[in-house]
């Protein structure tokens, strides 16, 4: 499943909406997302959104949409 990854890029500092980004990954659950993005990054994650059907189809539309890998450690 594909997931949206909403986040802070620095944990020291207040989340503030301005600063939020956002990431796309491939995990079994949501609960694998955010293992995966806690355990290579030092984001401060703001919410995880699983996404499939058209909302998934919506978002591969966005030139910005990549999905992200991480090398296992």
């Known amino acids: 499943m594909i997931f949206k990854v909403l986040y802070q890029p620095d944990k ?12 796309y990954l491939e995990a079994g659950t949501e609960v694998e997302a ?9 984001y401060s994650i703001e919410f995880i959104e699983p996404l499939q059907g058209k909302h998934l189809e919506y978002e591969q539309e966005n030139p910005d949409y990549k999905l992200t890998e991480f090398n296992n450690k």
């Open 34 to 42: 955010r293992g995966l993005v806690d355990d290579n990054t030092d």
């Open 12 to 23: 020291t500092r207040n989340p503030r909406r301005e600063t939020t980004q956002s990431l």
